[in-house]
């Protein structure tokens, strides 16, 4: 029997990552290693697996399957996502490798003394990493679905989830690291195939590409996907668009798993070189995903992306559906296969089989799901040191912990964060993964990343606008979300997709109204003694 190129694939995979997990595990016996690799991470590395935590499902899978459905609206993501470094560049990589040790909440806390600032940073940490989290998982099960068809994608997200835990809690930060290293390069390699493909197709003319893109057929319309309007669209476009756009661009500011990993290395100067490394990567992919979208709409065609069955299975489906029978026979595509649901998520693995067949299709879905796996890693091991280091050691047993009952709490509580981000994550598998992540950024932009910018660059700013400012970020975004069209449909109190436009605003302005009204000399004082550490490194964690 020949054996599954996936199969084989995505074991590979697994069986060198699983040998790196466990090498890293003699390395993260005591939490500095479990949470930050020793801080022996170079720049260089630290670029890579930045970028491997970034180019998550929602860009490989997400991106790709919105610009093969939207277009020119689809292509705003990655440009917001592109953008969104500019501000952790200047801003923050140099001040939160000085400033931090472990956690988001070590760097507000430095300059903001308090437990409820404190608290307030660990729990949006917390929500924040759950909700990037729950969008990886949900593409976790659209690839697993699509290639193994009698593994439901309910299935495919306890097996994503289950895996992730391995790596989590036997090599910690060094394991972690080195996962999402190999998955950026692997990321890169398909997308970089893909991309040639698809130019190779129309003739290594980018303008017959994009002249293609102009006649594509959505519901049988004849769409011209260079044009905006396709996705944000109705009397509110402008201010979605504007509201993605500002979550985007700051919500990198304020994303947990992506801050943590500037405690790894060993300077500062190795933080803004890992930045450089990271933008140069990430840059190069989102101008793949571009190739990729456009691709899978003219070659694939919006209305072959989603969820398919053969002949055989049709059958049984129809026999279950007769509702469905018409439509699903006028479906009926050369390939053999019925659409029985369209899913954007699909659009990156249908292109490959379009253009390189099963073995190819194999190949990006490995990738695919590598990918999902090194970045819920990362997410739960951001989640977890935030509980055991900012709620147990921290709050709860006031600094007196024993080390291995640090460790213990910390992988305890990965273990807790993990079971809860699958049971969301079987809740909501049918969302597009792009846009569940933009709402993660929404609440980041909204609350981490106003206490952390004005932390670092306002001498006045206090605990009380840190709290202040978290609270009204914290719950107006996701208070907004929850009544937005996408949750809410027809029935939508928010006319807005992204709470953005309101709740950053709402964020900063309460931090500065509670700083206002409450002024904190002891807090200005300290920020003499931050502006040394964070610009030179006098006293930073080694």
């Known amino acids: 029997m020949t054996p599954d190129p996936l199969v084989v694939m995505f074991g590979l995979f697994l069986a060198v990552t699983l040998v790196i997990t466990y090498w890293a595990s003699a390395r993260s016996s005591s939490s500095r290693g479990f949470y930050t690799a020793h801080r022996e991470i170079s720049g260089m590395q630290n670029g890579w697996a930045i970028a491997g935590d970034y180019m998550s499902a929602a860009s490989f899978l997400g991106i790709t399957g919105l610009i093969a459905f939207f277009g020119f609206d689809g292509f705003l993501y990655a440009v917001g996502w592109i953008v969104a470094y500019l501000t952790v560049l200047f801003v923050l990589a140099e001040p939160m490798r000085n400033v931090g040790r472990y956690t988001v909440a070590d760097v507000v806390a430095f300059r903001l003394r308090g437990r409820g600032v404190r608290a307030l940073t660990a729990a949006s940490t917390l929500v924040i990493t759950l909700l990037y989290m729950v969008a990886q998982m949900v593409g976790a099960g659209s690839i697993v679905n699509l290639l193994i068809q009698r593994i439901d994608d309910i299935v495919a997200i306890v097996l994503v989830g289950s895996l992730m835990l391995v790596y989590v809690l036997i090599g910690g930060m060094l394991a972690t690291t080195w996962v999402q290293i190999i998955k950026a390069g692997l990321l890169l390699a398909a997308s970089l195939t893909l991309g040639v493909l698809v130019l190779a197709h129309f003739g290594y003319s980018p303008g017959a590409l994009f002249d293609a893109a102009t006649r594509v057929h959505i519901g049988g319309i004849p769409t011209n996907l260079l044009q905006p309007g396709h996705f944000f669209k109705g009397p509110h476009a402008g201010l979605d668009l504007f509201s993605l756009g500002l979550a985007l661009a700051l919500g990198t500011a304020g994303l947990p798993h992506i801050l943590t990993r500037f405690f790894t290395v060993p ?242 302005l309460a931090a500065v109204a509670g700083t206002l009204v409450a002024r904190d000399h002891d807090s200005e004082n300290r920020f003499n003694e931050l502006e040394v550490r964070a610009n030179t490194g006098i006293g930073a964690e080694r």
């Open 267 to 508: 300077s500062a100067r190795a933080a803004r070189t890992s930045v450089g490394w990271a933008m140069a990567l990430i840059g190069t992919f989102y101008l793949l995903t571009t190739f990729m979208g456009l691709g899978a709409a003219t070659i694939v065609g919006p209305a072959h992306i989603g969820k398919r069955i053969d002949g055989t299975q049709a059958i049984r489906y129809i026999a279950r559906h007769p509702e469905r029978a018409q439509a699903l026979n006028a479906e009926f595509g050369k390939d053999g296969f019925i659409v029985t649901h369209q899913n954007n998520n699909l659009a990156a693995p249908l292109l490959a089989e379009a253009l390189g067949g099963p073995l190819l299709m194999a190949f990006v879905a490995a990738v695919a799901f590598a990918t999902i796996l090194a970045v819920v890693a990362g997410l739960t091991l951001t989640a977890a040191s935030a509980f055991s280091h900012d709620i147990w050691y921290s709050l709860i047993r006031r600094g007196d912990v024993p080390e291995n009952e640090q460790l213990f709490v910390a992988r305890s509580a990965a273990l807790l964060f993990g079971v809860l981000a699958i049971a969301l994550s079987m809740l909501l598998h049918r969302v597009n993964v792009a846009f569940l992540v933009g709402l993660a950024f929404a609440v980041a932009a909204s609350t981490n990343a106003p206490a952390l910018i004005l932390a670092l660059t306002w001498r006045r700013f206090s605990s009380a606008g840190a709290i202040s400012g978290m609270i009204a970020g914290l719950i107006s975004s996701v208070a907004l979300i929850a009544v937005s069209p996408d949750v809410m449909h027809e029935h939508a109190l928010f006319p807005l997709r992204n709470p953005g436009i309101v709740s950053i605003p709402l964020g900063f």
